[in-house]
């Protein structure tokens, strides 16, 4: 276990009673507990305090040696922590597959639930942005458009599901194809002019430029494009 006292997670090693019989530091952190006043508790009233007396689902897992991943949130009312945390029951074996312990890590989850808030605020954020934009927007997946403005799709004549799914090479007239997929493969954030196919035929040319952009978890491409003919008039 002392090497463990580096890990960020809280980790333990309990008994077939659901005592502990060691954990590091984290744990300890975690719990708010010291070593003196923890070891040989009840894990249960370590988590939920001495009132509680229902069983919630990991207590349960332990009890009947099983494995299991759980995650318990903040407003959950059967722990004292207000914050989410994931749990993970491993049960330890012997040679004959017969349980003499289990292993527990408590992972804290209030920092990652803050990067996602914080990637849902400024996805929204993006998206109130690029609704009011004037040049037209799409994030996509190598070439496969998964969200877009109403100018991107007012640019090339469609309605908003028509575009959805669709690659963006479909609506590259073939003398800008050769270009549009070098910059795609290349990740290029660099302007060019590209000739686009209008969904009436027509050909228009606009000025588009891509970067990197974080969607739904993922680092995917935005790009934006601008009429010519705008530019021109400006």
């Known amino acids: ?17 659901d005592h502990l019989i060691r954990a590091n530091h984290a744990f300890y952190r975690f719990v708010g507990y010291t070593p003196e006043e923890a070891i ?18 990991v207590c ?39 349980p003499i312990g289990i292993f527990q890590v408590l992972r804290d989850l209030s920092r990652q639930r803050n990067a996602e808030d914080a990637m849902r605020e400024s996805e929204r954020r993006h998206r109130g942005l ?10 996509h997946d190598k070439g496969v ?8 799709a007012a640019m090339l004549g469609y309605e908003y599901g028509e575009l ?17 997929t070098e910059r795609l493969l290349a990740k290029s954030d660099e302007s060019m002019e590209v000739q686009t196919i209008r969904k009436d ?3 228009r040319t606009v000025e ?15 790009v934006a494009v601008r009429d010519i003919r705008e530019l021109e008039r400006a």
């Open 201 to 203: 035929g027509t050909i």
């Open 145 to 152: 458009i998964v969200d877009l403005n109403p100018a991107f």
């Open 40 to 57: 040989g508790k009840k894990v249960m009233h370590l988590i939920h305090g001495e009132q509680e007396k229902n069983l919630c689902p």
């Open 1 to 17: 276990v002392q090497a463990l006292d580096f890990a960020e997670d809280a980790m333990c090693l309990i008994d077939l009673n």
């Open 208 to 222: 588009a430029r891509a970067r990197d952009f974080p969607y739904q978890g993922r680092m995917l491409r935005v």
């Open 60 to 98: 349960q897992a332990r009890l009947e040696r099983r494995n299991g991943v759980f995650v318990k949130e903040a407003y959950d009312p059967m722990t004292r922590f207000r914050k989410p945390f994931e749990v993970i029951v491993r049960v330890i074996r012997d040679r004959q597959d017969e």
């Open 130 to 139: 690029s609704q009011a934009a004037f040049d037209g927007i799409a994030i």
């Open 164 to 180: 959805m799914g669709a690659h963006l090479l479909e609506f590259v007239a073939e003398p800008s194809r050769a270009i549009v």
